[in-house]
């Protein structure tokens, strides 16, 4: 695989950064992951737009190489001959040489690192056709998860209380309100009403949250933001995650409960089509 680091393509195993990047030491650095469907970036300009929100939310300088971003994803998915699949961007508070929980000055240089992960058949995996199997657990993250940092040590934990239960992915809860998956946001169906959690600092602003909301009332489905238990997900008609890996993915089972009849029902795969229809139109 070719990568990119600071300017440089590289092969995958040429590629360095330092011991002392403040991202190793102490997860200080944002990211951001892109789908890649026919060769094509889907919403790379709402992830810039994140990723530029989440560097200001830090204080972190934007470095030179914002301007490129573009090319950089394009090189790379040409590079690596991408049809389906991501690509990941992680910029860092740089490497100032030495530990230290202070900020280093604004002018240490950044750390840019560029991957991308090739997933052949991203949009039709078998996933999406069966549904998944959700798990609950405690949301026990810092307080500022629309930051989208590196700081990822609880949601890999919440991932694996999910394989320990047999499930596939755990929604996080907190003060008795589903706040939202490990690596997407969380949303039930009741009748023609979709239900996610309004917009804060508690939640992640999903870039597909965004995009999937806005073609849901385009369809004329209905859309209330609000809190949501996991007793009344229980009770939904259909549930469903939405990320820019897993597009829109139906789940059918919480805690152990059915949802509806324990298989995707009609508005979740009919809002996954959407999605998918209408992000690769304009997909560049
Ligand atoms: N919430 C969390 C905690 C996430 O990690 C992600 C995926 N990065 C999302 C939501 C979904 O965001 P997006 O649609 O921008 O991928």
């Known amino acids: 695989r070719t990568v990119y680091v600071n300017g440089d393509y590289l092969p995958e195993d040429e590629a360095k950064v330092s011991i002392f990047d403040r991202a190793f030491l102490m997860g200080d650095g944002v990211y951001e992951v892109t789908s890649v469907l026919g060769g094509k970036l889907i919403d790379f300009d709402g992830h810039r737009a994140r990723l530029e929100r989440s560097l200001d939310e830090l204080d972190m300088p934007h470095p030179s190489v914002m301007d490129d971003l573009l090319d950089i994803h394009r090189e ?3 590079a690596n001959e991408i049809t389906d699949g991501l690509v990941y961007l992680q910029i860092t508070r740089g490497a100032p040489g030495d530990r230290d929980f202070a900020f280093p000055d604004r002018d240490t240089p950044p750390t840019v690192v560029l991957f991308t992960q090739n997933k052949p058949g991203l949009a039709d995996s078998p996933a999406a056709k069966q549904g998944l199997k959700i798990v609950s657990i405690e949301d026990l ?3 500022r ?7 990822l040590l609880y949601p890999s934990m919440g991932k694996m209380m999910a394989k320990k239960a047999g499930c596939d992915d755990a929604w996080m809860v907190q003060d ?8 997407n946001n969380a949303y039930i169906v009741k009748g023609n009403k979709i239900i996610t959690r309004a ?15 806005r073609f ?5 489905m209905q859309v209330e933001e609000r809190n949501f238990t996991i007793d009344e997900a229980k009770e939904a008609d259909e549930a469903f995650v939405t990320s820019a890996s897993a597009f829109v993915m139906p789940v059918v089972e919480i805690d152990g ?21 209408e992000s690769l139109k304009v997909a560049i």
Do not use: C, F, M
């Open 76 to 78: 790379l998915v040409r």
């Open 141 to 143: 993250r810092w307080g």
């Open 145 to 151: 998860r629309d930051i989208k940092t590196t700081q």
């Open 176 to 183: 008795g309100h589903v706040t939202e998956g490990t690596s």
């Open 199 to 213: 917009l804060s600092n508690d939640i992640l602003h999903g870039i597909t949250r965004a995009a999937v909301l």
């Open 216 to 220: 849901a009332k385009e369809a004329q």
């Open 257 to 277: 409960a059915s949802i509806g009849t324990g298989s995707p029902g009609a508005l979740v795969p009919r809002l996954r089509e959407i999605y998918l229809e």
